[in-house]
C-alpha cells in the first residue's frame, strides 16, 4: 500500500542560516545594549559617589578649622602645647590652635599638604561643672580646681586625661592639668580659674588633631586609592589631594599694612588702593613654614581648603572590551600643586579617572 505525502516542505540550509544569523544580530545587540547599560550604572554610582565624598570631606574639614583653638590660650606661660600642635619660632616652642603643614614650604608642592589644630574631644553624655568655680562677678574665689562627677572623671581619664592634659572650661578659658582625682581636676599653686562658672559649665579636654591625605597604603585605606585621615583614621575614600592657602592679620609688615595686627586680613598682592583695604584671593599665602616672625601661625585669619577626589576604582570604558576613556583632560591643579611633578606620575593612568574638585574658604572662629 503507498502512502501518499502531501505538499510538505522544510526550511532550506540557506534560510535556517539566515534565521540563526537574525538570531545572533539581535542577541549581540541586546548584549552589548545590556553591558553598555551596566557599565554606564557603574560609572554613574562611581561618579555620585565621588561627589558624595568630596562634600563630606570638605564639610569635615571645614567644621574642624571652624573650631580650630577652641578659644585655646597658647600665650599664658601656665598653658602648655596640645599634643604636636606647637610651633618652633626662632629658638622657642610655643602651642598653637592652629599649625599649617605645607608639603614643600620652600618650593612647589609635591604633594598632598596637612593642618593639625587643636579641637575638643567630643563626648555624647557631656561633662559637667557639679560646683561652680570662680565665685560670681560680685564675689570672686581664687579656685586653682574643678568639681565634676566621678562618671565624667572615668570617662575623660578614659578618653586621655592626664598631667599635663589641656582642658577648657566653658570654651572660654583653659587650664593645664596638674592633677587629676576622682571628681576633680587640678591646676596647681597659684593657677586660678580667672571669670565665674556656674554649675552645669560644660568642661572639655583638648586634643590635637591632624588631617592628611595617605596615598598606597592599604593598610590605613583599605586599598591603594588613597584617602583622608584624622589622626591617621581614615575619613574618606578616593581623597587624592589637600591643599591650604591662608589669610593673616599682622604677618606681612610691608606697606601698604601696618606693622601690628589691625583686624583687617593682610594685603600680599598689591591690589590695596589709596588707603582702602582690598581683600583678594592673591591675599591668600601657601608656601611658607610659618615658623619666622612675623609670620606665625597665631596671625591666621582665614584658610582656603582645596580638594580633589577621584574614584576609588578606575573607570571601566562603555563598550564591551572595556576600553579606558579619557575622563580627565590634564592634571588637576589646585594651590601650588601641578601632579605632573610628582614622582611616578603617568600621564594614561591620571587620565583615565575622573575627579571632583571643591575649594572653600573658611574663617576660624577660635583661635
Not at 270 to 275: F, P
Amino acid at each position: 500500500m503507498r502512502r501518499v505525502m502531501g505538499n510538505q516542505r522544510g526550511f532550506t540550509l540557506v534560510e535556517l542560516m539566515a534565521a540563526v544569523l537574525i538570531t545572533v544580530v539581535i542577541v549581540a545587540a541586546t548584549m552589548t545594549t545590556v553591558v553598555t547599560s551596566n557599565r554606564a550604572n557603574v560609572v554613574n554610582s562611581q561618579v555620585a559617589d565621588t561627589q558624595q565624598n568630596v562634600r563630606l570631606a570638605i564639610d569635615l574639614l571645614g567644621r574642624d578649622i571652624k573650631l580650630a583653638g577652641f578659644n585655646y590660650n597658647a600665650t599664658d606661660p601656665a598653658t602648655m602645647a596640645v599634643g604636636a600642635c606647637n610651633a618652633t619660632i626662632g629658638a622657642v616652642t610655643k602651642p598653637v590652635g592652629l599649625l599649617p603643614q605645607d608639603q614643600a614650604p620652600t618650593t612647589a608642592d609635591t604633594g598632598p599638604d596637612g593642618v593639625s589644630m587643636v579641637l575638643p574631644v567630643m563626648n555624647t553624655t557631656g561633662w559637667t561643672l557639679t560646683a561652680a568655680a570662680g565665685g560670681t562677678a560680685n564675689a570672686p574665689t581664687f579656685d586653682n580646681s574643678i568639681s565634676l562627677s566621678g562618671t565624667a572623671m572615668t570617662e575623660m581619664v578614659a578618653k586621655g586625661l592626664a598631667v599635663d592634659s589641656t582642658i577648657s572650661i566653658g570654651g572660654a578659658v583653659t587650664k593645664t592639668v596638674k592633677s587629676v582625682n576622682a571628681t576633680s581636676i587640678g591646676f596647681g599653686t597659684g593657677n586660678y580659674v580667672s571669670g565665674q562658672f556656674p554649675i552645669g559649665t560644660p568642661v572639655y579636654l583638648l586634643q590635637c588633631v591632624q588631617y592628611q591625605v595617605v596615598v598606597n597604603t592599604p593598610a590605613t585605606c583599605g586599598s591603594n586609592a588613597p584617602c583622608l585621615v584624622r589622626n591617621n583614621v581614615p575619613l574618606v575614600d578616593g581623597v587624592e589631594d589637600l591643599q591650604i592657602t591662608y589669610a593673616c592679620d599682622g604677618c606681612n609688615q610691608a606697606a601698604p599694612n601696618p606693622l601690628y595686627p589691625d583686624g583687617i586680613i593682610d594685603d600680599q598682592d598689591g591690589s590695596s588702593s589709596s588707603g582702602f583695604p582690598t581683600f583678594s584671593q592673591g591675599d591668600f599665602m601657601s608656601n611658607g613654614s610659618w615658623a619666622i616672625t612675623p609670620r606665625t601661625p597665631d596671625k591666621i585669619r582665614m584658610a582656603q581648603v582645596s580638594l580633589v577626589v577621584r574614584p576609588t576604582n578606575a573607570d571601566a570604558g562603555l563598550d564591551e572590551k572595556g576600553t579606558k576613556a579619557v575622563n580627565t583632560t590634564g592634571p588637576v591643579i589646585v594651590g601650588d600643586h601641578n601632579p605632573s611633578a610628582d614622582t611616578g606620575y603617568n600621564a594614561q593612568a591620571y587620565q583615565q579617572q575622573r575627579r571632583r574638585v571643591v575649594i572653600r574658604t573658611i574663617q576660624p572662629r577660635n583661635l
